[in-house]
């Protein structure tokens, strides 16, 4: 496995929970996570506001974003390999894609609802 660097918004509520999960799943410490509230937007090779718009992942040197970067993130961890391979498979991976572009239209309002509850 190699190593996979991700990059998410520290300022997000859901994402920061997302991430903890992650990091707790990442037992090999084969995931780096970059935040790119903070400093880390200068390593990313894509402007702020896409990545704030979409996930991306690094995997063997190539960028991923959507469920393709997701995908890339599972496939580091033993737990969520799996699925990570799985995804590979372009009619998994496009099933994958049109759920993150629905969850992507539900974001807003998970996330105002997560800073209302704390």
Do not use: K, N
Not at 22 to 37: G, N, W, Y
Not at 38 to 66: K, Q, T, W
């Amino acid at each position: 496995m190699s190593l996979v660097t991700v990059w998410y918004d520290g300022q997000c509520p859901l994402c920061r929970r997302e991430i903890a999960l992650m990091r707790r799943l990442d037992r090999r410490a084969r995931i780096e996570f970059v935040d790119v509230a903070g400093e880390g937007a200068a390593s990313c090779p894509v402007d702020r506001a896409a990545l704030l718009a979409r996930f991306h992942a690094r995997e063997d040197g190539r960028l991923y974003s959507g469920a393709a970067a997701f995908a890339a993130m599972w496939r580091a961890i033993p737990l969520l390999r799996p699925l990570g391979l799985a995804a590979r498979s372009p009619t998994v991976l496009g099933l994958l894609e049109r759920a993150y572009l629905a969850f992507l239209r539900l974001r807003p309002t998970l996330q105002r609802a997560l800073v209302r509850w704390g």
